[in-house]
């Protein structure tokens, strides 16, 4: 019963995260260039190696717990605003930005021209070119597909756009800035720029509503379980302990 009783609570617990993790998708999708996040599961072995184990004490004693979160870096879809200062990405680049935390990384191209002609996000962090930051002089701003940036005809800068291995781990820093291990970013290979449009988050409403209906009700059955077990810990030590 012991085995059971803590079972249940591992499996509430990484069904308890895993809520969390869904409502914060459903929270942000709104929020342009947004990689919805997904819930990883490992297996924990209580007793660690000084335990003797067997095939049926390996099965009471193997619980589900959450074992992190991945990005899914699926594309959302695109939109456009007229915006020239608005930009996506098309294919499997981010945009690199220089932030208070260091270099970040992010889809979210809804970028303006400070009063003293820098490139910015709209929390203020600097958008990186080849040169360093991005600064603009007065003038028609366009940007061509490899991110070449120009005004009024004369280039400027060009985006620095990164690119990773399918086995780099990203980590959200924010609703949709990401950060990277060191070294990781490589130059864009596949992607191109968009100008005037942006990226809508890839968050399904529908997948994500079933998912938190879902994460729901095994949670409640979990808890079910966990009083079921504690009623019948207080049975025992009522009614059998004081025969002992």
Request: glycine share 10%; proline share 4%; net charge negative.
């Amino acid at each position: 019963m012991d085995s059971g009783y803590y079972a249940a609570c591992a499996g509430f617990a990484a069904q308890s995260q895993a809520l969390e993790l869904v409502a914060h998708n459903l929270a942000n999708l709104g929020t342009t260039g947004y990689r919805g996040q997904q819930a990883t599961f490992r297996s924990l072995l209580a007793g660690g190696s000084a335990v003797a184990w067997n095939p049926l004490n390996t099965a009471l004693n193997n619980y589900g717990v959450l074992g992190g979160s991945r990005l899914d870096l699926s594309p959302g879809s695109p939109v456009a605003t007229g915006n020239s200062h608005d930009l996506s990405i098309a294919g499997p680049g981010f945009f690199t930005l220089q932030t208070a935390q260091g270099v970040l990384y992010t889809r979210n191209g809804s970028f303006h021209i400070t009063s003293g002609g820098k490139l910015v996000t709209a929390e203020g962090d600097a958008v990186l070119g080849q040169l360093g930051p991005v600064s603009v002089p007065n003038g028609a701003f366009a940007v061509s597909s490899d991110g070449t940036i120009s005004v009024d005809g004369a280039v400027v800068d060009q985006l620095r756009l990164a690119e990773f291995s399918t086995d780099t781990n990203l980590t959200a820093a924010g609703n949709s800035v990401y950060s990277a291990p060191p070294n990781s970013a490589l130059p864009a290979a596949t992607s191109s720029v968009r100008q005037g449009m942006l990226e809508n988050s890839n968050v399904s409403s529908v997948a994500a509503v079933v998912d938190l209906i879902t994460i729901q009700r095994n949670a409640d059955l979990l808890a079910h379980a966990l009083t079921v077990f504690d009623s019948q810990f207080n049975q025992t030590a009522v009614q059998d302990l004081p025969r002992v």
